[in-house]
Every structure is written in C-alpha cells, then in structure tokens.
C-alpha cells in the first residue's frame, strides 16, 4: 500500500525480517544433512546403512554444538514479534492450529512407517497391515 508522497509506509511491526528467514533455512538445512548423516555414522539410531563412516561424525558433532540453540533463538524471535501483533489468547488460537496438524499428521502419517522400518531391520517379519492391526 503506498502512501500519499509515494511511499511504502513503514510499520516496523510487520516488517519481514529475512535475516531469520535464512537463518531457519541454513539451520534447517544442517539439519537435514544433520539426520542422513545418522544412516552412515556408528553412533545408535533407528536404521542404518549397510557401509558406515567416522568421516559424517566431526561435521555432525560441530553442528550440534549451536545448531538447536539457533532454532530455539529464531523461534523465540518469531514469538515475540507474533506476540507484538495480537493478543496472548489470538497466538495460542493460531499457534496451536499451525503447531497441532502437522504433530497429527506426523504422529499418523509418519511415524508408523519409521517403526516399521525400524523393526524389519531389527529382524521382525510382518506385513505392514498387521503391524497397523497390533497398534503400532
């Protein structure tokens, strides 16, 4: 919306800020790389690949070290500029609908096939429909 002298007015409450939008992109994306490289480390996880490597584990190791404390700063930074728009009940209403269905969808979407996996490798043998039946 432009304002009489032809300029954008400046509402600093809803300005974007694109330098935590990187920052949750790169964190996120170190966290992808974080997780594939559990296939292919010796350190425990659910599933893991037939050839494993020390040579993931020092990457690994130097992102953990501020990798979460980052996405925990960016979120606090989002709450707190989402908090400076509405009210406390409006957040809650709002972060709980976008916070919930994806928590539901993983929960029954895909977590199931994870345990599935997980358990064929370990050595049971079952049909995924059975394993549904018997309650993940």
Known sequence: MESKSGQFPINPTHVRRYDLDWLRVIAFGILIFYHVGMFFNYWEWHVKNNVLTHAVEWPMRFSSQWRMSLLFMISGAGVYFALGNRGAAAFLGERFVRIFVPL??????????????????????????????NGV
């Open 104 to 133: 539901a969808f993983g929960m029954f979407v895909i977590v199931p096939p994870q345990i599935f996996f997980e358990r064929l490798t370990q050595g049971q043998t079952y049909d995924y429909g059975g394993f549904l039946q």
